[in-house]
Structures are given as structure tokens and as C-alpha cells.
């Protein structure tokens, strides 16, 4: 049975998500800046947000992700297998973050299950997603780290990238299932990874490139209401760039 395309609508209302999952990116923390903004953003409309501190081995980062949006859920009263879960919560990654929050949101579009009591399978298009300079097939990152050992700046904890890095990574590779509920930040300037990779495999998603900018996106605040936009609540620019976050 093929998956249905689902085309953008012109005029559809998309309902506000009831919380926010934000997946940091490889070797942060949850109390970098860009997840303080996001909290800070989430805040102003009183929704949970959800920031897990990730391991950087990507096995054991998978299930740490698949626990935070479970426990999102549970937090929304909601069963993951419901589809209200999809318009219910957006899921911002940044970085690896992003490669995990694609691979997720295709993780639950794919379920075929219905809620607690339900016969029938049903679609699903999974959560909404914003993607902030994604990483794209980040196994050839990982390759050519072989055996480096890495601190975190924020938790001052090491850790070695192992040969087991590769096929993990490989195995959590997607696509956008739905694009049209996928918002992509780009800066064209970015220093770690090549923005064409995501510019092609996004293309069909809703695209921000940003002259020049940085992998590390240190103008996000400006972008918090196109973020909050996608998942439908609306913010005021004046009021986003008024926020300040505390170092951790």
C-alpha cells in the first residue's frame, strides 16, 4: 500500500501545536542558546517544551529522542499511535538535531496503527517540523572523525567516535515525507556543513535561505516568529528579539 501524497492546501487552517520537541544538536546540550530561545518562544504561549540532553552516539541518541516525544505526549494527554499527535506538537532540530527530527517525523507518518481501541489503520503525516541548518547523510561527518575524541562545551563530558557511529547514522537516513509541513533554515555561509546537500534534499519544503549567517544560526531570535508561524502561533518580531537567554 503507497503512502498518499499530501499536496499543500491554500487557505487550509492549521490548528496551533500543543507543545514543542527541540533536538539539539551533535555534541550540545539542551541549555545551548538556540534551546533556551525555543523554550523561551514556547513560554510566551504556554506550551511544554521538551529539550532531552542527547548522547552523541546515535543508538543510544535515538532512543532518547523517542523517549522525549513519548513523554511529550504523555504530557499532552495524547497516545503517540493517536493522530492527533501530528498537529499537536512540532519538532525543531538543529543541526544533527535536524537529521533526527526528519527521521522522526517520517518514523510516525509511516505508523499505520490507530488509537488505543481502533481496528482500522489510518494515514498519518507526522509532527510538523522546523529544521535549522540540518545535517544531511551526517555518516560522512562521523567517518571522517574516526577515532577523535570530542568534549561538550556545556556538560565538559568526552566521548569517542567509534565505527559503530556509521551504520547507525545511516539507518535513522530519511526524507521529508510531508514538505509542506516542514520549515527549513538555511544559512548560505555555514561553516561546518555544505548548504546545497540540504537546499536539494529540502527543496520541496518551506525554505529560508539566510545570506551569509553561520552553522551555530546566531540570528534565530529573528526568525522565532516564522518558527512559531509554522506551528501556528503568532509571535511578534519586536517582541522575539527582545529575548535574551542566559549562558549554562
Not at 27 to 51: D, T, Y
Not at 112 to 126: A, I
Request: proline share 10%; hydrophobic share 45%; with cysteine.
Amino acid at each position: 500500500m503507497s503512502r498518499p501524497h499530501y499536496p499543500a492546501q491554500a487557505g487550509v487552517v492549521v490548528p496551533p501545536v500543543r507543545g514543542v520537541l527541540y533536538l539539539h544538536g551533535f555534541n550540545s546540550a539542551s541549555c545551548s542558546p538556540k534551546a533556551q530561545l525555543m523554550k523561551r518562544a514556547a513560554a510566551e504561549f504556554g506550551l511544554p517544551c521538551v529539550a532531552p540532553d542527547i548522547p552523541p552516539q546515535p543508538a543510544a541518541g535515538q532512543a532518547v529522542v523517542e523517549e522525549a516525544y513519548q513523554a511529550l505526549c504523555a504530557q499532552l494527554d495524547l497516545d503517540p499511535a493517536d493522530p492527533a499527535c501530528d498537529d499537536a506538537i512540532v519538532v525543531i532540530g538543529s543541526s544533527m538535531g535536524g537529521f533526527l527530527s526528519t527521521w522522526l517525523a517520517a518514523r510516525e507518518a509511516a505508523r499505520l496503527d490507530g488509537p488505543q481501541g481502533c481496528e482500522q489503520s489510518v494515514w498519518r503525516q507526522g509532527p510538523r517540523t522546523v529544521l535549522i541548518n540540518p545535517a544531511v547523510r551526517p555518516v560522512r561527518l562521523v567517518t571522517a572523525w574516526l577515532g577523535s575524541t570530542h568534549a561538550n562545551p556545556y556538560t565538559g563530558e568526552s566521548f569517542t567516535v567509534t565505527e559503530a557511529f556509521g551504520p547507525a547514522l545511516a539507518a535513522l537516513e530519511a526524507i521529508p515525507v510531508t514538505p509542506q509541513r516542514t520549515l527549513v533554515l538555511l544559512a548560505t555561509a555555514d561553516e561546518t556543513l555544505d548548504v546545497n546537500d540540504a537546499a536539494s534534499l529540502y527543496q520541496d519544503c518551506r525554505l529560508i535561505l539566510t545570506p551569509g549567517g553561520d552553522h551555530g544560526f546566531a540570528r534565530l531570535a529573528e526568525y522565532l516568529p516564522a518558527i512559531m508561524a509554522h506551528a501556528g502561533h503568532r509571535l511578534a518580531p519586536s517582541l522575539a528579539t527582545s529575548f535574551h537567554v542566559a549562558p549554562c
